[in-house]
């Protein structure tokens, strides 16, 4: 089973983050299970709770990237931060799917 972690970066408590900074929600390597969405927001929940406001915790993850830009590895090239965005490789398929559709229909014309 391959590895799957869902995390934020810079917020958390300060004894359970990575080198990089990051606060682990859930790994898959340890759950053996794929989180739900409610899961995920439960524990992002409970990190603004943990705060005490939502703008204390903005607040704090803008000033951990601005201290450690450095140690926060660049993101892979083909990584996307919202699932609607697509990689390289989707957007060619799209293309190529749009290319099919319209050869087709000028056969049937």
Same mark, same amino acid.
């Given at each position: 089973?391959? *590895?799957?972690?869902?995390?934020? !970066?810079?917020? *958390?408590?300060?004894?359970?983050?990575? &080198?990089? *900074? !990051?606060?682990?929600?859930?790994? /898959?390597?340890?759950? !053996? /299970?794929?989180?739900? &969405? /409610?899961?995920?927001?439960?524990?992002?929940?409970?990190?603004?709770?943990?705060?005490?406001?939502?703008?204390?915790?903005?607040?704090?993850?803008? /000033?951990?990237?601005?201290?450690?830009? #450095?140690?926060?590895?660049?993101?892979?090239?083909?990584?996307?931060?919202?699932?609607?965005?697509?990689?390289?490789?989707?957007?060619? #398929?799209?293309?190529?799917?749009?290319?099919?559709? #319209?050869?087709?229909?000028?056969?049937?014309?």
């Amino acid at each position: 089973m391959g *590895g799957f972690d869902v995390y934020v !970066r810079g917020i *958390g408590p300060q004894e359970e983050l990575d &080198p990089t *900074g !990051r606060y682990l929600l859930f790994t /898959r390597k340890e759950e !053996r /299970r794929m989180p739900t &969405p /409610r899961e995920i927001l439960d524990s992002l929940i409970f990190l603004v709770f943990a705060y005490g406001d939502s703008q204390l915790m903005a607040e704090e993850q803008k /000033r951990f990237y601005e201290k450690n830009i #450095k140690i926060i590895p660049k993101p892979y090239k083909l990584m996307h931060g919202c699932p609607t965005g697509m990689s390289k490789g989707s957007a060619k #398929k799209e293309q190529k799917k749009k290319y099919v559709i #319209k050869r087709y229909q000028n056969i049937f014309r």
